[in-house]
Structure formats: C-alpha cells, structure tokens
C-alpha cells in the first residue's frame, strides 16, 4: 500500500512538472514539435557539425525541432540585456541565418524560421527572407576578403569588445 501511495505521488509530481515545463515553453513562444538536435556540453555524443561547402560555413544550433511547418533551429543566449523590442543583435541574427542555411542543406527540408532565445525572454523570430539571405552572403564574402588581406579595419567603437578580442595584442587599431 505504501508502494502504490509513494508511486501515485511520483506520478502527480511529474505531470505537475510537465505542465509547468509546457506552460512555460508556450510563454516563451517556443513551438511544439520534436526535439531532432540538440548541442549540449552534458551529453555523452556531440551531434554533428553542420556544414554548407556552398558558402564554406560550419555550424552546431543549440537545438532543432520538427514540426509540421519544417524544422527550427534554437539559439539560446545567455545576454543579460537584449535588444529592445523584440530585436536581435546583428551578430546573433548572422548566427541564425547562417544555421537556417546548414539545416536547408543538411537536412533538404524546409526551414521556415530560426529562434533566438534571450534568457527568459520570449523568442524572437529570424525570418530567412530574400533580403535576410542575401546580407548574409554578402557578410560571408566580406569575411572571406577580410581574411585574405593583410590588414583588417576594426569595425566597432567599443573598449569591452577590444578587451575580449583573441586579436588585442597585435592590433594596431586596439582602443584598450
């Protein structure tokens, strides 16, 4: 008898939390579909790099799931000031666009939007319109020059991002 109780508990416990998880995934507009991918440092087997030899790029989306409109990447940021309403960074908005590219190429289905999750802040949609793609193509050809070059201009005005650059010491551009 005693068994049964504790089983019965277990049971009411666990559908609490699975209604508090689905609650709170709809509150963060994240849809419902299966989980296909996910890149997590506590897993025992790394998923697969993605990659595109179309445009030379490699990836790993923080998570892919497949519903009946496609499948979405999922990018999770740990930011503690997102953009204000609703944006995405720019960089962030590269990320996505890029990893909308590799599961289209990876996976030969459709990829109606990414996601872009800022800490417990709704998602945020990344559309791959025309235009979107094509800014992306035209960032990855930059990079492409750029890394061809000798020299590269500093493309910012911020100290905290000279700071953090793997770059800093040889930069004769460095704002620190």
């Known amino acids: 008898m005693l068994l049964l109780l ?3 508990g277990a049971l009411v416990v666990g559908v609490l939390l699975l209604r508090l998880s689905q609650r709170r995934k709809r509150a963060l507009r994240i849809p419902d579909g299966d989980v296909v991918y996910q890149d997590h440092e506590s897993q025992r087997v790394s998923p697969p790099t993605l990659v595109s030899e179309r445009l030379g790029l490699r ?4 998570c892919l799931i497949r519903n009946a409109d496609g499948i979405i990447p999922v990018e999770l940021k740990k930011s503690a ?7 995405v960074y720019p960089n962030h908005l590269i990320q996505v666009l890029a990893y909308i590219v590799l599961v289209r190429e990876h996976y030969g289905e459709q990829v109606p939007y990414g996601l872009v999750l800022y ?11 025309p235009e979107n793609i094509a800014w992306l193509e035209g960032i990855i050809a930059e990079v492409k020059r750029a890394r061809g070059s000798n020299t590269v201009d500093r493309s910012h005005q911020q ?3 000279c700071r953090g650059c793997g770059m800093r010491q040889s930069c004769d551009q460095s704002l620190v």
């Open 6 to 8: 504790a089983a019965l």
């Open 59 to 62: 990836g790993k989306p923080d």
């Open 81 to 87: 000031r997102p953009p204000a309403r609703g944006g």
């Open 119 to 129: 800490g417990n802040e709704e998602a945020r949609k990344v559309h791959p319109t």
């Open 159 to 161: 100290i905290s991002r």
